[in-house]
């Protein structure tokens, strides 16, 4: 993951896009509104970043009561029985609006999505998940790997789980303070290494849960 020396200063919510015209009686529409204020016509949504959509400060660390209340509080809003009887564009718009808003939670609302979406906002590429150029992470990887594939009976998959799971805590904790201090290099190391360790976790449960079933 190429990584710039200088500070992430990633943390700050941006400033909000100007105004458009409402599409249909062309009122003013702020950039982050569902809806005008002046016709209550539903509105397109615009490009605008998922913590801005979601009205969440832009950071790691998110409320995540907070996050779902506003999520849901705005999907009753695009319900589509609140639109049975508009015409086919609003009906369209109010679709694409749910869209956006599901993105934008479903990335917000996991730490490893948003590690990577906030390292994305820092102009930051995330690594080929296939390749491993830090020894460090890749001799932690295999080693994990090996307890794993050696794991034959419930109880130490279980162990397995555990200790991973307590990883991939500790590594979200890592990634928190590194985004609020603004280290972009240990951001980006702290999240490829939870990719592998959150990777780690599902191949273990799955495992496990195979062992269960085969009993």
């Not at 529409?29 to 959509?53: E, M, Y």
Request: glycine share 4%.
């Amino acid at each position: 993951m190429s990584t710039p020396s200088a500070p992430l200063a990633i943390e700050t919510s941006p400033a909000l896009p100007p105004p458009v015209a409402c599409w249909s009686c062309a009122g003013p529409v702020a950039a982050d509104a569902l809806f005008c204020a002046t016709c209550r016509v539903v509105q397109p949504p615009r490009a605008i970043d998922h913590f801005v959509r979601l009205g969440m400060p832009r950071g790691f660390v998110v409320d995540v009561r907070e996050l779902d209340r506003r999520y849901f509080a705005l999907q009753r809003q695009l319900h589509p029985d609140r639109f049975a009887t508009r015409s086919p564009r609003e009906r369209a718009i109010s679709q694409s609006q749910a869209v956006s808003l599901n993105e934008a939670y479903e990335v917000l609302k996991a730490p490893l999505a948003r590690a990577e979406y906030l390292l994305r906002l820092a102009g930051l590429a995330t690594a080929d998940e296939n390749t491993i150029r830090d020894p460090e992470l890749l001799m932690e990887q295999m080693e994990r790997r090996e307890t794993l594939d050696s794991a034959t009976r419930p109880a130490e998959v279980e162990t397995c789980i555990g200790a991973a799971v307590a990883d991939v805590m500790a590594a979200e904790s890592d990634i928190a303070s590194a985004f609020a201090r603004g280290d972009a290099p240990a951001a980006a190391k702290g999240t490829l290494r939870l990719r592998y360790l959150q990777k780690l976790v599902d191949e273990a449960r799955a495992r496990h849960a195979r062992l269960i079933a085969a009993d």
